[in-house]
């Protein structure tokens, strides 16, 4: 279980005061009322690092708009904000109420207390508010400090996961990163969740934030054992370790987009990845063409399903390039056309396959295979 005894409420102050971005949260609060709310609570009660922080604010945050680089968010249509921070991206919303016209619908929102802010969240650990100014205590209305000592995830009311089943895969999110464990009754409710009553939209972007977990197998794990995902192919969390642990070493990492890679393991792979990855080019030429028309991230899944060969393709003939270019051809007489394409893919296999090196034997193979006069050595 991920929780703590040691947790220190009282440390808070001296942990807001270490945040990169403290002096431009008091820029926040000598304006208006605010607090840290969600997840910033959280992390700081835990020592973690902190690089999102969740304003709230009793008023309108059209009172921020005098702020260097304060910015409202649709023209303030939702009631929110977001300021540059140093490192620290701080997002800024009115307190608000919310209800449900109907299971999984998005929500009616209406400005509210901080009290009732807080009630509308997800998990206890979640619904806990810390205000901006001097010698402010943390408000935990529905015991989320507890539960973050013994590591527990508990909803706030029965009807959580009916409002928005989405909290489900966020639970799996939370329950891998953290250890955390869930509350025998929430437990319960989110067995039954129904993932059918939100868009896929919604569902995507759970699974998104999963992708950018450091390991977002735990997770996916998570909810297959809970079975709240019925679309979610059981070999995924597996797939999954897979193309993360691929993507964070040479070849792939800085070159593929691990979350993308990650998304594209979770949902079952085209068959046409899969027809690739099954592929056993004989030849380096052949790999980099069947490998070309492909999305490195597409290309990572292929990987992970057991295409060893991309390695090579990644780390070496991706980059391999030709001494001579078109204009060379077109030079020697081949006319502007296909030919000189012919030409200089022809080269470019023999150079790949060891057959040739150098500029002159690449022209020689290239004019060869576009037909055109070959020079004398």
Same mark, same amino acid.
């Given at each position: 279980m991920g929780g703590s005894s040691d947790i220190d409420p009282g440390a808070l102050g001296e942990r807001i005061a270490s945040l990169p971005a403290v002096d431009r949260l008091r820029e926040i609060a000598d304006r208006v009322p605010a607090y840290l709310v969600g997840g $910033?609570?959280?992390d700081l009660l835990l020592g973690r690092e902190v690089t999102d922080v969740d304003v709230a604010i009793e008023e309108s945050p059209e009172v921020l708009v005098a702020i260097r680089g304060f910015s409202l968010e649709r023209g303030g249509l939702f009631l929110t904000g977001h300021l540059e921070g140093d490192d620290v991206e701080i997002d800024v919303a009115q307190s608000r109420a919310e209800s449900y016209p109907a299971p999984g619908a998005l929500p009616? $929102?209406?400005p509210a207390s901080i009290g009732e802010d807080l009630a509308r969240r997800d998990f206890t650990v979640n619904a806990m508010a810390l205000p901006l100014g001097a010698q402010g205590e943390l408000l935990d209305p529905h015991g989320g400090l507890e539960d973050l000592r013994a590591g527990l995830? *508990?909803?706030l009311h029965e009807d959580s996961f009916v409002d928005d089943p989405t909290r489900a895969l966020r639970a799996a999110r939370y &329950? &891998? *990163? =953290?250890? =955390? !464990?869930? #509350?025998?009754?929430? #437990? *319960?409710?989110?067995? &039954? &969740?129904?993932l059918s009553? $939100?868009? !896929?939209?919604?569902?995507?972007? !759970?699974?998104?934030r999963i992708a950018a977990e450091d390991d977002p197998a735990a997770p996916l794990r998570l909810i297959a054992g809970w079975g709240v995902m019925s679309a979610l192919d059981p070999r995924a969390p597996d797939r999954v370790a897979e193309v993360a642990r691929l993507a964070a070493a040479p070849p792939w990492a800085n070159w593929v987009d691990r979350e993308l890679a990650v998304m594209l393991a979770i949902v079952r792979p085209l068959p046409q990845i899969r027809e690739l990855a099954a592929a056993t080019p004989e030849r380096p030429s052949e790999a980099v063409r069947l490998a070309e028309p492909w999305d490195p991230a597409q290309l990572l899944v292929a990987r992970a399903l057991g295409a060893e060969w991309l390695d090579r393709y990644a780390a070496?003939?991706?980059? $391999? #390039?030709? !001494?001579i270019t078109g204009d060379d051809l077109l030079a020697a007489g081949i006319p502007q056309g296909p030919r000189i394409g012919r030409g200089l893919e022809a080269a470019l296999s023999g150079k790949l396959d060891g057959e040739l090196s150098g500029r002159d034997?690449?022209?020689r193979i290239a004019l060869a295979a576009a037909g055109g006069e070959i020079p004398e050595d």
């Open positions: $910033v609570v959280r009616e $929102v209406l995830l *508990r909803i &329950a &891998a *990163r =953290f250890g =955390f !464990e869930l #509350e025998p009754e929430t #437990e *319960r409710l989110l067995r &039954a &969740a129904d009553t $939100v868009s !896929e939209d919604r569902t995507d972007n !759970e699974l998104r070496e003939w991706r980059h $391999v #390039e030709l !001494e034997q690449e022209l």
